[in-house]
């Protein structure tokens, strides 16, 4: 059932896929507040900037699939460029190029001049508007009956320099936030029983991710330190892929890699500090990519519902009569068009 009088929504988290449900609520005409913890909205497609150029943190690509989402594409022309894909190897643990099949013929893309460019994009109309609120961390939904009408919905949320607020009379909430996250606000909820037992099922799994800078490659004339490859999918205890940046598109020239870890060592490694992680990876990145030098630059990010390894198998989840939404990429699968296609399709069903 389509609560097609709900006007006054809250959406929870700023990725791609509540980007993509606040825009759409805001174009029928909703009075739509997009709440993100973080001081940046993003998500999985966060990039970082050093003196040697950026990182793309989270998501490194994606693909062009669904027709809607070529079409939100075209509203912001030239932001998207292809990434070679024949760049993208794959290598066995001595870092030799693997007999395994080749990736598939499908483009992959990549947003300028970092993937962050294109949730920023998607989400300044929301900015401009007010409808974007940064730094505002969830704490707790609350239900209210208000005069007798209809649930309503208050967010307790807390921010770093105004302490606690509520925010009250929300018509619907829709969270927009990775199976966990979202699982651990509806705890304490009679209201969400229903939508708890099918996040049962979702599976997500962690990424430690790691940056490396080699300015060197450049002062010392050459083209490249590294292999003569771009990109690969690595089948190593270790590194599940890795990344030269400076291939991608209208990126800076200077050498620099991304390594994200495979799913089971990061959650192996979970508790593991920022510099031990940094080690081990570090030493995994030159067996693979015979790179021995030691970096100019080196960081390391955890993510700690980076890879869905279990999806929900459907678009969104609706309770109509909680009035609460749960949209993201781990609905439909793990790639930044999956969330799209969630937070588009969630929206759709509360117009």
Known sequence: SSPSSSRRIAVVGAGMAGIACA???????????????????????????GPYGSFDIGAQFF???????????????????????????NIDAQGRQSTRAAASRQTHWVATPDMQALPLAWAAPLWDAGRLHLGQSLKQLEPCIEGGAELRWSLHVATEEHGEHVHTGFDAVVLALPAPQAQALLQGLQQAGALREKLADVHMAPCWTVTLAYPMATQAGLSTLGPQWNAARA???RI?????????????????WTVQATPAWSEEHRHDDAPRVLGKLQKAFGELSAIRV?????????WPHAETTQALGRS????????????GDWCLGQRVEDAFVSGLEMALGLV
């Open 23 to 49: 825009r759409t609520l805001m174009q029928a005409g909703c009075d739509v507040h997009l709440y993100e913890r973080l001081p940046q909205a993003g998500g999985r497609m966060r990039s970082v900037s």
């Open 316 to 327: 969104h989840l609706w309770d109509g009569t909680a009035r609460i939404g749960l949209c």
């Open 63 to 89: 693909t062009v699939r669904d027709a809607r989402f070529e079409q939100a594409l075209a509203t912001v022309p030239g932001l998207a460029r292809p990434w070679s894909v024949s760049a993208i190897r």
């Open 235 to 237: 089948s190593h205890d």
């Open 294 to 302: 030691a970096p100019r630059h080196a960081n390391a990010y955890f």
């Open 240 to 256: 599940a892929w890795i990344a030269r940046e400076s291939s991608k598109p209208a990126r800076a020239q200077t050498e620099r």
